[in-house]
């Protein structure tokens, strides 16, 4: 098992910018949520999934899309890149009362 | 809104010491408490977690109480060791997709 999967593992944007984050997890797991970690925030929710083709609004949703066609994958995308969307981005899966599991993180930077 | 709050943000002890962390939580609806550790350049990793109906909880080195009455939960690191440097976050989960986390402890082991 792969566990999740995050790609890229840093990018840089310019202001403006739009990009997607990928995360795929080959658990099965009906869970999937994004977050994002800066420092001394802990970790703030961005968006969730509870399964295919259903996802919300997690804490801090402002700027982000995400979608769930399928049960393995659960892009995150950036509509249009803000310096304030400097963090470093976790995609984390789980299969019902149980803890995450998380992938290894992106870190991006937007200039 | 609910919020987790995790104390101390930093940590410094002697190998061979123990360390505490400890947080408290505002949702009293919180049933489920997992604890993860974050490696550097690493996504945070589950390492213990207690559920509501259990006041305590071990695994090897580490350990878990969890007072429901005053909010409180702690995490117990005994006989600690340099490999056990880390970020350490707490969360709270009210089951569904709700989990709160901590701002995280800085854990430093000193050789």
């Known amino acids: 098992n792969a566990g999740v999967t995050q790609t890229p593992k840093f990018q840089v944007l310019k202001t403006g910018q739009s990009m997607t984050l990928q995360c795929a997890q080959d658990m099965n797991h009906e869970y999937m949520s994004w977050y994002r970690q800066d420092p001394g925030m802990g970790l703030r929710l961005i968006h969730y999934s509870v399964g295919a083709g259903i996802t919300d609004q997690g804490e801090v949703p402002n700027g982000y899309n995400v979608s769930r066609s399928t049960t393995e994958d659960f892009p995150l995308r950036l509509l249009s890149a803000a310096p304030s969307q400097t963090s470093v981005y976790f995609c984390?899966?789980?299969?019902?009362?149980?803890?995450?599991?998380f992938g290894s993180g992106t870190r991006l930077t937007v200039v | 809104g609910e919020n987790v709050e995790q104390h101390p943000s930093t940590l410094s002890v002697q190998e061979g010491d123990s360390a505490v962390i400890k947080c408290t939580y505002s949702d009293s609806a919180s049933n489920y408490f997992p604890w993860y550790k974050q490696e550097l350049g690493k996504g945070p990793q589950l390492i213990i977690d207690i559920r509501s109906n259990v006041g305590e909880k071990k695994d090897q080195r580490i350990a878990v109480t969890l007072n429901k009455t005053a909010k409180h939960f702690s995490l117990h690191i005994t006989e600690t060791q340099p490999e056990d440097s880390a970020v350490y976050f707490c969360?709270?989960?009210?089951?569904?997709?709700?989990?709160?986390f901590g701002a995280g402890t800085r854990l430093f082991v000193k050789a």
């Open positions: 984390a899966s789980r299969a019902g009362e149980h803890g995450y599991t």
């Open positions: 969360a709270a989960s009210t089951g569904g997709f709700k989990t709160i």
